[in-house]
T-cell receptor, first 116, second 116 residues
Framework: DTGVSQNPRHKITKRGQNVTFRCDPI?????LYWYRQTLGQGPEFLTY????????KSRLLSDRFSAERPKGSFSTLEIQRTEQGDSAMYLC??????????????FGDGTRLSIL | AQSVTQLGSHVSVSEGALVLLRCNYS??????LFWYVQYPNQGLQLLLK??????LVKGINGFEAEFKKSETSFHLTKPSAHMSDAAEYFC??????????????FGKGTLLTVNP
């Protein structure tokens, strides 16, 4: 079990630029989640994949955000035309799928995004 | 909709003292319940979970929590605090029916400080 891996760990960019984050889940975990955590708050759900299918998106995920999980393996989260309010820690988590319904999610160390 | 309330955004204890972190949830059906710990600039690590069965669950690092349905609570305790326990703690719930894709709803977190 190599854990959930996220890259980069830190990203600093100017307002208006596009950024992309990558998440490599634990191998054979079918479920993959993205969360956003702002300072002093708990993580908030953004989107969910089961294998390669994106099955749920939060209202927090504006049309500037897009996420993919090609071939049901790694996932990417892209933010276009970044805004100051996008500054946050972006967390990825994965868990087994299938008939296993109560397995906990395993989190990566996150990507901290800072918008100048 | 589910919600989680963590009473006390900051708890300070002395080394060796009892740790009590409070969590109450709001849900039409008792959900799955989790406690996660987050160290600075890291992701979330699972401490323990309650899914079914015994209402007193034991986790890692000497922590335990008790599910009380009548009080809609899942408070986290540790008999004797250690300096290494200083971190932020998050209570989280997920819908056990699977209708919400098992996404987690988090409380705002409690920062635990341990004084020597």
């Amino acid at each position: 079990d190599t854990g959930v891996s996220q890259n980069p760990r830190h990203k600093i960019t100017k307002r208006g630029q596009n950024v992309t984050f990558r998440c490599d889940p634990i191998s054979e975990h079918n479920r993959l989640y993205w969360y956003r955590q702002t300072l002093g708050q708990g993580p908030e759900f953004l989107t969910y994949f089961q294998n390669e299918a994106q099955l749920e998106k939060s209202r927090l995920l504006s049309d500037r955000f897009s996420a993919e999980r090609p071939k049901g393996s790694f996932s990417t989260l892209e933010i276009q035309r970044t805004e100051q309010g996008d500054s946050a820690m972006y967390l990825c988590a994965s868990s087994p799928g299938g008939g296993i319904s109560n397995q906990p999610q395993h989190f990566g160390d996150g990507t901290r995004l800072s918008i100048l | 909709a589910q919600s989680v309330t963590q009473l006390g955004s900051h708890v300070s204890v002395s080394e060796g003292a009892l740790v009590l972190l409070r969590c109450n949830y709001s849900s039409s059906v008792p959900p799955y319940l989790f406690w996660y710990v987050q160290y600075p600039n890291q992701g979330l690590q699972l401490l323990l979970k309650y899914t079914t069965g015994a209402t007193l669950v034991k986790g890692i690092n000497g922590f335990e929590a008790e599910f009380k349905k009548s009080e809609t609570s899942f408070h986290l305790t540790k008999p004797s605090a250690h300096m290494s326990d200083a971190a932020e703690y998050f209570c989280a719930v997920s819908d056990r029916s699977g209708g919400s894709n098992y996404k987690l709803t988090f409380g705002k977190g409690t920062l635990l400080t341990v004084n020597p």
